[in-house]
């Protein structure tokens, strides 16, 4: 396990988080510098993420998944499914940082969703719940305002997984490198992109796009 000095991670993480136009909290950045810590910890065990390197995490993880946080902000946000979320990325850094959002962590894996669960508890993120299974599988009768997935599937496969976890004023939210235009066009009629986003993540010298696509309202619920 490779260690880092958590208080230089914290400056250097508000530093760049600013350049986002994200103003980190003391507690905050605290916070995710612990996860990124649990992280780097249990990634042996686990096998979270391909990238073993502290800083390397910090840039591709913490700041990636920050930089989506003011393109939910201004649509109004307030619950969140992140689909696929493999370690945790990025809904433990959206619970970090919203504390008042209700954050849902999907996946499959059983030994991620066991990580999750020691970071739930060790981080205190009382927001967030963890469910085990295939996304196509869950029901909430809410829905969430944001359904978000960083590099689960084929955009039009993502779409057609989760629109059924949409609530009627909500959106889903792929994360990308390049921008999808491919898969974009292989998007069903009763879909609309919303918007294509470039994402400028501090100190990452690659593409990363934000893909927000609109879908046709959830038919009502039988009431037989």
Not at 170 to 187: N, S, Y
Request: aromatic share 4%; net charge neutral; with cysteine.
């Amino acid at each position: 396990m490779s260690r880092f000095d958590e208080t230089v991670f914290a400056a250097r993480l508000t530093e760049d988080a600013a350049a986002l136009d994200i103003a980190l909290a003391e507690d905050q950045a605290c916070r995710l510098v612990a996860y990124l810590g649990l992280l780097n910890k249990w990634n042996g065990v686990y096998n979270l993420t391909a990238i073993r390197d502290p800083e390397q995490m910090r840039v591709q993880h913490l700041l990636d998944s920050l930089a989506i946080l003011p393109h939910l902000d201004v649509r109004g946000v307030r619950s969140v499914i992140d689909v696929g979320t493999g370690g945790g990325l990025p809904g433990v850094v959206l619970a970090i940082m919203r504390p008042q959002w209700r954050i849902m962590l999907n996946d499959i894996v059983h030994k991620k969703t066991a990580f999750l669960t020691q970071a739930k508890g060790a981080l205190r993120l009382d927001n967030v719940s963890i469910h085990t299974g295939r996304v196509e599988a869950l029901r909430d009768p809410a829905g969430y305002d944001a359904v978000v997935s960083r590099a689960f599937a084929d955009l039009s496969e993502f779409v057609a997984l989760g629109r059924h976890l949409v609530s009627p004023t909500g959106a889903i939210f792929a994360m990308k490198g390049q921008q999808p235009d491919d898969e974009i066009g292989r998007l069903p009629d009763d879909t609309r992109v919303d918007g294509v986003v470039a994402l400028r993540v501090p100190r990452l010298d690659a593409a990363r796009h934000l893909v927000m696509v609109e879908v046709a309202p959830r038919p009502k619920a039988s009431q037989e």
